[in-house]
């Protein structure tokens, strides 16, 4: 299994950024996807995630979606009206369905980190 994640970068507050997550070796419509970030200084933390339903986290709800392509295999996280808040590590995530998708613990396979930069 390999989960590739992408789109990450340097914007400016207020800035919209949309990072990919392209996952092969696994059947990925049978999967919970999730996003997670990590602060510098920070722990990982849960962003957005997507079984049947998709869940986020209360300070990123209304600003982030994370939509999902099965016909591409990719997971995405737009993300809109970025604040400086917002700079991290972004790591996308795939684990079996799961009914708490905002644990760390619930998923098994991880991409590399893509890096999200927001100047004030």
């Known amino acids: 299994v390999q989960l590739q994640a992408s789109g990450g970068g340097l914007v400016q507050a207020g800035d919209s950024l949309r990072l990919s997550c392209a996952a092969s070796?696994?059947?990925?419509?049978?999967?919970?996807l999730g996003w997670f970030r990590q602060r510098p200084g920070k722990e990982r933390e849960f962003v957005a995630a997507?079984?049947?339903?998709?869940y986020y986290s209360d300070s990123m709800k209304g600003r982030f979606t994370i939509p999902k392509d099965n016909t591409k295999n990719t997971v995405y996280l737009q993300m809109n009206g970025l604040k400086p808040e917002d700079a991290a590590v972004y790591y996308c995530a795939a684990g079996s369905m799961s009914f708490n998708p905002i644990y760390i613990s619930e998923y098994r396979y991880w991409g590399q980190g893509t890096l999200v930069t927001v100047s004030s």
């Open positions: 070796g696994l059947a990925f419509s049978s999967y919970t």
């Open positions: 997507i079984t049947w339903r998709t």
